[in-house]
């Protein structure tokens, strides 16, 4: 009898949900469902340092918004639990104890120093940067005696030489040479496994049948069919989607494009129109037509109609076709009650009515004031961005509170405030010097209401879009910063406000 088709997909919750997750989440779905499968939720948090219950929350919030619904997850249960990973370290350890008594693997006791040496050198001999096997020569008495006091990993045994071969339900047969796969750690030095051991750990007790996941991760196939052959277990079917692009072909990145899934929400598309759009981006229907529900995706999906060109993501198309949903798929009755839900709600203008209250003096005065929570960017002539400012002062510092505003754990009023207030210490500025740019940027006028409680409302992904659009306008107008400039901004930065997070 064959085995119910079981789907996955396995997002970490280290910040803003991604449109990618969306993407692959449609697919998989779409797939279990075509099939009468299940289809999982899995939480990767095994990076502990960055995963949040916050971030873990919005993934859910996230997706559901977006019409995707599982049937197994943390939030739900299932039979096959528990669903965070953090929840399931003896379930590594046991397996990784299997390995390490087999062979397959070994602990690794290298500095972080000789890493580093090592690669350095490998690069400057032009080699793939690999682990040179070098603490496979330890006995098992003497690394077993070591790691009772001494800070260790535990690494993947590699075959030296051959060529892994796996089949692709897409590309075919992938074949790739041992020699360019690392001796991959599969539990770091706090106990915790990595990525590679945990997810086909996972897989196997999960009972996934089908593993669809984005292209990038071709090159680590080799190590999870290996791990599957070490611990006897048979390998799922794997399928590699081709990932989204931006409109210069480059990987969809936040740099060019919003990726964030509650920048849509936020900006007034519809939840329906965004999956559709994701759908059209990697499949075709067989009557091609291009607006269809996730049942008529569900109807007619078959993997082999996915195309491996990679779906370029123009922002213009999304908003074309959700223009056909709101014409063509609703009534005017429900527009109206579409947007009471989207912001015209007693949440979000009971947000923006003690703000605005203080400048009132009749009712129509509040929609001018409040406009630029509604707008998806506001307009504003390139001498109102610009100001006093010196040359590059205005992209130096949108830049600097991008990179900035990256960093903030809470998005509130006081933390937003705080973070200005660093920037102007920092800069060396007055803040009522530092913000008239801002106000423009946020809102498109230097008089508006409150900058700090605006920012809160609009939310992170709005508030960076409205960043980065203030900079491409810059750049237009010849007063951005060049690739060398902010190269030369990234290392001033670093010195004066730590590391950024890409």
């Known amino acids: 009898m064959t085995a119910p088709v079981r789907t996955r997909i396995a997002p970490s919750p280290t910040g803003a949900p991604h449109l990618g997750t969306a993407y692959m989440a449609l697919f998989n779905l779409a797939y279990a469902r075509k099939h009468g499968g299940q289809f999982i939720l899995r939480i990767e948090d095994t990076d502990q340092q960055r995963s949040s219950t916050e971030s873990e929350q919005a993934i859910f919030d996230a997706l559901k918004w977006a019409g995707i619904q599982w049937d197994e997850g943390p939030d739900c249960g ?145 190590k999870h069919i290996l791990l599957y052959q070490q611990l006897g277990w ?41 999956l559709n759009y994701l759908g059209m981006m990697g499949y075709t229907l ?34 074309w076709l959700n223009g056909r949903y709101l014409r063509e798929k609703l009534e005017p009755a429900q527009v109206v009650d579409r947007l009471l839900q989207w912001k015209a709600n007693p949440d979000v203008l009971g947000k923006i009515m003690p703000l605005a209250l203080q400048r009132l003096e009749t009712f129509s005065d509040f929609f001018p004031l409040a406009q630029f929570i509604f707008n998806e960017q506001p307009d504003y ?50 803040l009522k010097q530092l913000l008239p740019l801002f106000f423009v940027a946020i809102s498109g006028s230097t008089v508006s209401l409150p900058l700090f409680d605006g920012i809160s409302i609009l939310g992170p992904d709005i508030t960076r879009m409205r960043f980065r659009h203030a900079l491409e306008k810059l750049t237009d107008h010849g007063q951005g910063l060049s690739k060398k400039g902010v190269k030369k901004l990234e290392k001033e930065y670093a010195s004066s406000y730590g590391n950024r997070i890409d």
């Not at 500095?111 to 940067?129: C, F, G, I, V």
């Not at 794997?238 to 989204?244: D, E, I, K, V």
């Not at 067989?286 to 109609?305: A, G, H, M, N």
């Open 234 to 274: 048979d390998a799922p079917v794997f399928t590699h989607l081709p990932l989204l692009r931006n409109p210069d072909k480059s990987k969809l990145s936040k740099r060019k494009n919003p990726t964030g899934i509650f920048y849509f929400r936020d900006a007034g598309f519809l939840p329906e129109a965004l």
């Open 78 to 222: 299932g039979d096959h639990g528990p669903y965070r990973q953090s929840e399931r370290l003896d379930i590594y350890e046991k397996e990784i104890n299997r390995l390490l008594e087999q062979g397959d693997a070994y602990r690794c006791f290298c500095s972080t120093e000789r890493l580093n040496e090592l690669r350095a050198q490998q690069m400057a001999d032009k080699q793939t940067p690999r682990y040179d096997g070098h603490c496979l020569s330890l006995s098992a008495e003497e690394s077993v005696k070591r790691a009772q006091s001494e800070p260790h990993v535990v690494r993947m045994k590699i075959p030296d030489s051959g060529t892994c071969q796996f089949h692709d339900e897409l590309r075919g047969e992938v074949s790739i040479e041992w020699s360019q796969i690392d001796h991959q750690v599969i539990r770091k030095s706090d106990g915790f496994p990595t990525y590679h051991l945990a997810n086909v750990v996972d897989d196997h007790y999960m009972g996934i049948t089908h593993v669809i996941r984005g292209e990038e991760w071709i090159s680590s196939g080799p």
């Open 381 to 430: 002539a390139i001498e109102e961005l610009t100001g006093k400012f010196e040359p590059e002062q205005p992209a130096r510092l949108l830049k600097i509170a991008e990179w900035e505003l990256e960093k903030l754990s809470k998005w509130d009023r006081d933390a937003i405030s705080s973070l200005f207030q660093k920037i102007a210490d920092i800069e060396e500025m007055k």
């Open 286 to 319: 067989p009557d091609q037509r291009e607006i269809f529900s996730l049942d008529e995706l569900v109807d007619t999906f078959d993997l082999k109609r996915i195309s491996l060109g990679g779906p370029i993501f123009d922002l213009a198309k999304l908003k």
